[in-house]
């Protein structure tokens, strides 16, 4: 028996066929479809991450919660801007806003997007230091 699963999301077109049987067609089904919600949400929460803004107010979230006005001193932004990106961040459940009286202070919504942060900035220093090893080589076969 041929199983077709395709995408719920219409903009998207892409279908993918399985050989399976019986009870297995279903468990089958079950696992594909979960595979796959599991990647959108990872793609979501990265594409939210992809923007130099929201991860600069994640960096500084990273030492504890603040409001917009704290952020956009920080941060050198305007208000606009700063609310905006926070919107997005929230959409995700990146970070959580606290009601304090008449001010709203963001967190993290969990701890660990700070190590994120610290592992991808550990992956791009380690390609700069690939980066400045070809420049070095380069340099010494130009010498030659």
């Known amino acids: 028996m041929l199983l077709d ?5 219409p903009k998207r077109r892409w279908t993918q066929t399985a050989s399976v ?9 079950k696992v594909i479809v ?15 991450l992809a923007h ?6 994640l960096e500084v979230l990273g030492k504890g919660e603040r409001n917009v006005q704290e952020l956009q001193e920080v941060l050198g932004l305007d208000q606009p801007i700063v609310s905006q990106q926070l919107a997005i ?7 959580t806003p606290r009601k304090l009286g008449t001010t709203v202070r963001y967190a993290l919504s969990d701890p660990l997007i700070t190590k994120l942060l610290a592992v991808a900035r ?6 700069l230091i690939d980066t ?4 070095r080589e380069l340099q010494r ?4």
């Open 52 to 57: 130099p803004v929201r991860i600069r107010i």
């Open 122 to 127: 550990e992956i791009f220093n380690n390609h």
């Open 89 to 95: 961040l929230r959409g995700k459940n990146i970070v």
């Open 21 to 29: 049987s019986g009870t297995a067609m279903l468990v089958g089904a």
């Open 34 to 48: 979960m595979a796959i919600a599991l990647q959108d949400f990872k793609a979501n929460f990265f594409r939210a």
């Open 132 to 135: 400045q090893t070809m420049l």
């Open 141 to 144: 076969e130009v010498r030659r």
């Open 5 to 9: 699963i395709r995408d719920a999301n």
